[in-house]
């Protein structure tokens, strides 16, 4: 069965340090996602990505993050200049369509900031 | 507020019993999801109702939606150790020239006890 793939599954940096966050969406979904879990909080949405352009961003997903689609099948976020309080899990999702279906979603990313 | 809230934050029966699940939002949707994450695990899809439909079952899970409620509740029948897990409704709304976004609650941690 297709699957959203992520990788690290664990990256620890220093405050200030960039970071980028890998994920390879299922192959023939259109639509791709990043949210963020703070630890035993609930899911937050931080942008989705259609046609090689930002279609949607939250207030969370401010000059500091940034999306790209590099080739063909890689979908990164990069946070610039990490913050403590960036500690959290990232999950990547993919979709086939928009307000239609789910979204498909990786095993995420913890990123740790010290 | 938020847009999607899960009732109760937790959850705890035994093998065999039924469990419910309860999800209120504000504004109107184009559809609800149902996702369920394992601890440290990504997100799965569950089960989608769209705002016509008022009740939707697959296999032991029943969802029902009350859009004059702004309400929608998840069953589970007959649980299993297995189905221990947090469990998070996701409201798709549209945003305004073709864009959708989708919002998690903050979920419901479910306990089976075998």
């Known amino acids: 069965e297709p699957e959203v793939t992520q990788t690290p599954s664990h990256q620890v940096t220093q405050m200030g340090q960039e970071v980028i966050l890998r994920c390879v969406p299922i192959?023939?979904?259109?639509?791709f996602y990043w949210y963020r879990q703070i630890l035993g909080q609930k899911v937050e949405f931080l942008v989705s990505?259609?046609?090689?352009?930002?279609?949607?961003k939250s207030e969370i997903f401010d000059d500091q993050f940034s999306v790209e689609r590099p080739d063909g099948s890689n979908f990164t976020l990069k946070i610039r200049s990490t913050k403590l309080e960036d500690s959290a899990m990232y999950f990547c999702?993919?979709?086939?369509?928009?307000?239609?279906?789910?979204?498909?979603f990786g095993e995420g990313s913890r990123l740790t900031v010290l | 507020s938020q847009q999607g809230e899960e009732d109760p934050q937790a959850l705890s029966i035994q093998e065999g019993e039924n469990a419910t699940m309860n999800c209120s939002y504000k504004?109107?949707?184009?559809?609800l999801q149902w996702y369920r994450q394992n601890s440290g695990r990504g997100l799965v899809h569950l089960i989608l109702?769209?705002?016509?439909?008022r009740e939707k079952h697959s296999g032991r899970l029943r969802v029902t939606l009350d859009t004059s409620k702004k309400s929608s509740s998840l069953l589970i029948t007959a649980s299993r150790a297995a189905d221990t897990a947090s469990y998070f409704c996701?409201?798709?709304?549209?945003?305004?020239?073709?864009?959708?976004?989708?919002?998690f609650g903050k979920g419901t941690k479910l306990s089976v006890i075998p």
């Open positions: 999702a993919s979709s086939w369509a928009r307000g239609t279906g789910e979204l498909f």
């Open positions: 504004t109107s949707i184009n559809n």
């Open positions: 996701a409201t798709e709304i549209y945003s305004g020239a073709g864009s959708y976004q989708l919002t």
């Open positions: 109702i769209r705002s016509n439909e």
């Open positions: 990505f259609y046609n090689n352009e930002i279609s949607e």
């Open positions: 192959s023939n979904h259109l639509y």
